[in-house]
């Protein structure tokens, strides 16, 4: 079992900053791999990146590359998220997943076990 809380979403204009935190509990946090997903209103959840356990590894959804940074704490069994250059089009609930039967990760929220109960993130123009 593992359990997964967010924290730090919050509202933002355009073109600013936040840091979203994944803090897990249960299972050995460095025996598998995160990743952060995003919900707007009206659509489906969609991928937006993904960490290997330890690190070494990531992979962005095109729409976020070169403005968000996915990087974990295994000290710390957490998991962050550095959302940069906020757009509009980036407000959703963000969510963080842990796949615990994969060391890498992938794209797909199928192969997600856990999941935590996401955190807001309102960007305004």
């Known amino acids: 079992q593992v359990q997964l809380v967010e924290s730090g979403g919050g509202l933002v204009q355009a073109g600013g900053s936040l840091r979203l935190s994944c803090a897990a509990s249960?299972?050995?946090?460095?025996?598998?791999?995160m990743g952060w997903f995003r919900q707007a209103p009206g659509k489906e959840r969609e991928f937006v990146a993904v960490i290997s356990w330890n690190g070494a590894n990531t992979d962005y959804a095109d729409s976020v590359k070169g403005r968000f940074t996915i990087s974990r704490d295994n000290a710390k069994n957490t998991v962050y998220l550095q959302v940069n250059s906020l757009k509009p089009e980036d407000t959703a609930v963000y969510y963080c997943a842990a796949n615990t039967r994969t060391y890498y990760g992938g794209r797909s929220t199928r192969g997600y076990d856990y999941w935590g109960q996401g955190t807001q993130v309102t960007v305004s123009s």
């Open positions: 249960g299972r050995t946090f460095s025996t598998y791999a």
